[in-house]
């Protein structure tokens, strides 16, 4: 992290996984062990990704059996008093894995929000009547367990009527959300942020007005 104002407070990174004890949620807590956490934003995708660098000085990677599909449940803050940010992501692949010496390794995981790889595993075959945004909402809201944020203008666009043909219920928001404009042209984007666990539907020109939301934490 290049300055002070994308460092975050630290408070708990727990690792869990169904198969760590015969079913039953086992978790670790890593956050002792952590030296460098990076959370990505991208207005086109409505979940966070990152990587995680664990320093491994007791063999905990070849005891654990790192394998991807992982939760890690992570805490932070972007300032002493301010509000805990929890996420929970889910362990994608080993990135890297470098060995600092005989006894110390670094491995660098890659993360992707859980909801998106929820998504990745479940189809949906529907049809769905509404307002596009209404639409959008009830998608995330039945399949994924999401809530929704809507700051923005009310599309232009009036009721449909579509069929979802057995596409993961992320790609179905895509293909609505393309289909979606402002009165005045301006498109739509489904993103998440870091600062809470909604998916956000905004216009880009009602983004481009937004004050910033950590400003008083900078």
Not at 188 to 212: C, G, Q, V, W
């Amino acid at each position: 992290m290049s300055n002070n104002q994308s460092q975050y407070i630290l408070d708990r990174v727990d690792l869990t996984a169904d198969r760590f004890s015969n079913g039953e949620v086992t978790t670790y807590d890593l956050s002792g062990s952590v030296a460098e956490l990076n959370i990505f934003e991208n207005i086109e995708l409505p979940y966070l990704t990152g990587t995680i660098a664990i320093v491994d000085d007791v063999g905990f990677r070849s005891f654990l059996g790192i394998k991807g599909s992982e939760r890690l449940l992570i805490s932070l803050r972007a300032s002493k008093n301010a509000p805990v940010i929890t996420k929970e992501f889910m362990v994608t692949g080993l990135a890297t894995n470098i060995s600092v010496n005989e006894r110390t390794d670094v491995h660098v995981l890659t993360l992707i929000e859980s909801h998106a790889y929820l998504s990745s595993i479940t189809k949906i075959s529907e049809a769905f009547t509404g307002e596009p945004e209404q639409i959008i909402k009830n998608i995330l809201r039945s399949h994924l367990s999401k809530d929704t944020v809507f700051y923005a203008k009310k599309s232009a666009q009036s009721r449909m009527r579509v069929n979802i043909p057995y596409w993961n219920p992320l790609a179905a928001v895509d293909w609505i959300r393309d289909r979606m404009s402002a009165a005045n042209g301006s498109p739509f984007f489904t993103y998440a942020a870091l600062r809470d666990n909604s998916i956000h539907i905004e216009d880009l020109d009602s983004i481009m007005k937004f004050d910033a939301w950590n400003s008083e934490h900078t």
